[in-house]
C-alpha cells in the first residue's frame, strides 16, 4: 500500500499546563499564519475561514500584539526563517505584509535571518504585489499552483486557471524573486496518468528552483470526503497514486534537481530552510490561531477561533486568562516532549530528508547513536529493504520512501 509519511503520527500528551521558557532559546524559525481565504476548497481542512475579511485590520494588531508578547518573553530571538503561511497570505494588502515584517524587526533579531517566505495564491498576485513583498524583505515565494488542468483545479476548487499559475510565477521571476517554490497535487478523483505527465512537463519547463508535491489526503469532515463517501467522486487509487508519485523523480531528476525530501525537490542550495527546522526538529515559534510551536522540548498551540484569538489579545492586559503560558492570553494547550519521544520524533522527522540521520549529529545531539536506541528495528527495517545504514548515516531506501508511515510508525512503538 502505497503510504508516503504525510500523515501525523499520534504523540503522546504528558502535561498541560507548563511554562515555556523565557530566555536563551538559541535560533528560532518563525511562523505567522494568516487565516484568510476568499474561497474554501472542498478538500481542505486547514484552519482558514471565508467572509471575515472585515477582521483584517483588528487581526493584524492581534498578531502584532502576539509577536510583542513573545518577543519580550523570549528576549527578543533571533529569527533564522519567517514563514507566512495560512490560509492565503497574498489575500493581505501588501502594506500589511510590510508592516508586520516591520513589527517582526522589532521583536525578533532578524541579523540572521535567512529565508523569508510567503504563500501566494496564483490569482492574487500583481507586479505591485510583488514588488511590494522584495522591498519588504520577501525573498521567497511558494505559489499553490496544485495542477495545469483546468478542470481538476475546478474540481479542487481553486479560484485561478492553469495560465493564472503560468502567468503569476513568470511575474514573480520577472520581478526580481530568485527563488519561487510551486505545489503540486497528485492522486486526485478523476486524476490521470496523463492529467499528472501533463502537468509534471509544464512544471519541469518552468524550471522553478523547489518543488512540493502532496497527495491529496481525504480529510474527515471535508465536502470532498462526503463527496467519495456518498458516491459522486471515486475514491482515491494508492497505486495510481504511488506510480504518479515515482513520475515526479523521473521528471525532477538529478543532476538539475535534489529530491532532498519525501515530497519536495529543489535545485541545490534552494531547499527550503525553514522547513529544514521541521525535518530537523528544531525549535519554531507559531504565531496566529491554530498556530503550533516547538520550543526547548515543549510543544504548544495557539486557540484556532480568529475572533477569540483577537479578542483575548485586546483584553488580555484587563481580564485574567485560561492560558497555560502567563501572560500569552492565546496558547491553548502545552505539551511537554520527554527525552524518549524527541529521540523518536527527530529519527520519524529525520528519515523524511535524503541524508537521513547523521550518526555524528545524533550522537551529539543525545549522547547515543540510534543503533542504542533502536538498534533491533533498524536491522529489521534494513532487511526488509525500507532503509539503508553505514557507519555515517540512516535512510530511507526507494521502497521505504513509499512506504513511509510504516517505518515511522516503528519508532513509535
Ligand atoms: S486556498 Fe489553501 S488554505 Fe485556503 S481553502 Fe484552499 S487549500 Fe485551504
Not at 53 to 76: D, V
Not at 273 to 286: A, D, I, K, P, Q
Not at 312 to 340: C, F, G, W, Y
Request: glycine share 6%.
Amino acid at each position: 500500500m502505497f503510504d508516503m509519511g504525510t500523515d501525523n503520527l499520534p504523540t503522546q500528551t504528558t502535561s498541560s499546563r507548563l511554562h515555556p521558557p523565557e530566555t536563551d532559546i538559541g535560533a528560532i524559525s518563525l511562523y505567522v499564519h494568516i487565516p484568510f481565504c476568499e474561497t474554501k476548497c472542498p478538500y481542505c481542512d486547514f484552519n482558514t475561514y471565508t467572509a471575515i475579511e472585515s477582521l483584517i485590520p483588528s487581526y493584524i494588531s492581534a498578531l502584532k500584539t502576539e509577536l510583542s508578547l513573545w518577543g519580550s518573553r523570549l528576549g527578543r530571538p533571533r529569527v533564522t526563517t519567517v514563514f507566512f503561511g495560512g490560509g492565503t497570505p497574498s489575500y493581505l494588502p501588501a502594506a500589511e505584509v510590510e508592516s508586520l515584517l516591520k513589527h517582526i524587526r522589532t521583536c525578533c533579531n532578524l541579523d540572521i535571518v535567512q529565508e523569508i517566505t510567503l504563500e501566494c495564491n496564483p490569482g492574487d498576485v500583481t507586479l505591485d504585489k510583488l514588488s511590494s513583498y522584495l522591498d519588504s524583505g520577501v525573498n521567497r515565494l511558494s505559489i499553490g499552483v496544485q495542477s495545469f488542468s483546468d478542470s481538476l483545479l475546478r474540481l479542487l476548487g481553486r479560484r485561478h486557471t492553469s495560465s493564472d499559475a503560468i502567468r503569476s510565477y513568470k511575474l514573480a521571476i520577472e520581478s526580481g524573486f530568485e527563488n519561487v517554490s510551486i505545489d503540486l497535487m497528485y492522486g486526485l478523483p478523476n486524476q490521470t496518468i496523463q492529467d499528472w505527465n501533463t502537468t509534471l512537463e509544464i512544471a519541469r519547463g518552468m524550471e522553478p528552483a523547489h518543488v512540493s508535491m502532496y497527495c491529496l489526503t481525504l480529510e474527515d469532515g471535508t465536502p470532498m470526503k462526503k463527496q467519495v463517501q456518498i458516491g459522486t467522486l471515486p475514491p482515491p487509487d494508492a497505486d495510481l497514486a504511488a506510480d504518479m508519485y515515482m513520475m515526479c523523480d523521473e521528471t525532477f531528476s538529478h543532476p538539475d534537481y535534489r529530491h532532498y525530501e519525501i515530497s519536495n525537490w529543489a535545485k541545490p542550495g534552494n531547499e527550503s530552510v525553514h522547513n529544514l527546522t521541521y525535518w530537523r526538529n528544531e525549535s519554531f515559534l507559531g504565531i496566529g490561531p491554530g498556530s503550533h510551536s516547538y520550543i526547548n522540548g515543549q510543544r504548544f498551540w495557539n486557540i484556532k477561533p480568529p475572533r477569540e484569538y483577537i479578542t483575548r489579545l485586546k483584553t488580555s492586559h484587563k481580564e485574567p486568562t485560561q492560558s497555560p503560558v502567563p501572560n500569552i492570553p492565546v496558547v491553548d494547550e502545552v505539551e511537554a516532549i520527554d527525552r524518549k519521544m524527541e529521540i523518536a520524533e527527530t529519527m520519524m522527522m529525520g528519515l523524511r530528508l535524503d541524508t537521513g540521520i547523521c550518526i555524528d549529529q545524533f550522537s551529539a545531539r543525545f549522547s547515543d547513536t540510534p543503533a542504542k536506541h533502536f538498534g533491533s528495528i533498524i536491522s529489521e527495517l534494513e532487511s526488509t529493504g525500507l532503509v539503508e545504514q553505514s557507519s555515517d548515516f540512516i535512510k530511507l531506501t526507494a521502497k521505504g520512501r513509499l512506504l513511509g508511515n510504516e517505518v515511522f510508525s516503528r519508532f513509535f512503538l
